[in-house]
């Protein structure tokens, strides 16, 4: 569907993507001059009760998570019976257009929107869903100025609160980052999710993808070859990282999203001659590790017992100097 020019205030600028599910625009909100993204649900799904509900779900989820990691929405509406919300404009497109195939990410950039990630994923936890489409294209970036790129976890069409299913059984999902419990009807929890963003670790890392196929090949899913060998300069403590997050078993995993991260920053530690780029503040997965000298003492502090031992010796002095002089005349 195509959302009319205006919707009030906002004016529409251009078409940023379409789904099998929903359109996402560009508008430009001329009060506040600033721009936001629309995303409106596709028109021959907007009479399906179940995907309509899905996809207002998806708005309430995102509201509900309120993270700096995660697409926040602003406002919902509908146009002739077809629903949209508004969200927040990533004006750096998603990760997938910052890859390239068979060059890897630095492993300073590739930590910190790894972390970025991981907090927004954590947040989803705690809210009990668990996302189960993370991939390079749902992972957006939006400038924040001096402190780099901010990472924000997009697109819940797929969704599924972990104590509430949504009704809908299809397999969804990317094959080269899901996990395989999503293609053999396996319990699914947020180790599903570790494993796709150590999936798409794994690519930042080395340029490649961790597995290729299709979903009914997860079945028979196999580990990928160690990241260290792809690409020589990773150190070989990533690869146990890695490869247990991407092991087929759930139970082999990392139980959640901050272990996996914890393990991630342990064995790719970001040095200060790395190209880290903007300091970012410190997160839940990093306590900085300060020490504290003391402050030198002041200088006239410093001077004070010299000064009174000189007082001292000067008080002796006189007195004995005295008490000579007392003897001399008594004699």
Known sequence: MSLPTRLGRLERVERLGEGGFATVWLYHDSELDSDVAIKALAENWAQR????????????????????????????????????????????????????????????????????????????????????????????????????????????????????????????????????????????????????????????????????????????????VAASRLNPELPREVDEVLLRSLDPAPEARYPSMDAFVDALRSALPVTASAPAGPARPTTRYQTPDTTYSPLPEPRARRRLPVLLTLVTLLVFAAAFAAAYAVATLVS
Do not use: C, W
Request: proline fraction near 5%.
């Open 49 to 224: 009760l179940d995907v309509r509900e899905r996809f207002l779900e998806e708005a309430r989820i995102l509201r509900r998570a309120d993270s700096d990691h995660i697409v926040r929405v602003y406002d919902i509406g509908e146009v002739d019976g077809t629903p949209y919300f508004v969200m927040t404009y990533a004006d750096q497109g998603s990760l997938a257009r910052h890859l390239t195939p068979g060059v890897p990410l630095t492993v300073a950039r590739t930590v910190d929107l790894v972390t970025q990630a991981g907090l927004g994923l954590a947040v989803l936890h705690e809210n009990g869903v668990v996302h189960r489409d993370i991939k390079p294209q749902n992972l957006l970036l939006r400038s924040a100025g001096s402190a780099g790129d901010r990472l924000l976890v997009a697109d819940l069409g797929v969704a599924k609160a972990m104590l509430h299913a949504s009704g809908l059984t299809q397999v969804v999902g990317t094959p080269a980052y899901m996990a395989p419990e999503q293609a053999t009807g396996g319990t699914i929890d947020a180790r599903a999710d570790v494993h796709a963003l150590a999936a798409v670790t794994y690519q930042m890392l080395t340029g490649a993808l961790p597995r290729e196929g299709t979903v009914a090949e997860l079945a028979h899913a196999t580990l990928p």
